[in-house]
């Protein structure tokens, strides 16, 4: 019943690293660039390469479309994006994008209604039963002001 969810979320039928699973050497940052943004001022100093070989390295990457509440990007506990196809399913994106670019001022407003996925089902899940110690996290979520997000997901 849920394999073609399963297929989708966890196989890749290329082989190839996907996005931001393909990591090299930081030397001035303390953690993955998830977003594409240089968030702190740490640098390195004296660093030593030697016999360094790099080779081979491809990746396949895969734009995540995520959305945002005030200008902070909603995200799970490893500071990814949720992707909001895992949110809101494809039917409710393609119709809120055609809303979007709609000249017909006399369109009535439109309210999504979390779908979700495993992925998003587990994120919130962890959020909903772990927010109150984020000690053993390796991020901290955000889940819109207030955790909006996690009370419209489980209405």
Known sequence: EYWDEAVEAFLNPSGLSMG?????????????????????????????????????LRHKGIEVVGFQEGGRVVCNGFNGPIPAKDMFGEPQI??????????????????????GSIISDIHIAMYYFGRDDFDNWAGIPFYGYGDKIVDWAAA
């Open 20 to 56: 931001a699973v393909l990591y090299g050497l930081y030397l001035n940052y303390p953690s993955a660039g998830i977003f594409g943004w240089h968030v702190n001022d740490q640098t390195s100093t004296n660093a030593v390469l030697e016999n360094i070989y790099i080779h081979d």
């Open 94 to 115: 393609i119709e809120f994008q055609e809303r979007l670019y709609s000249d017909d001022e006399d369109e009535q407003e439109i309210y999504a209604k979390y779908e």
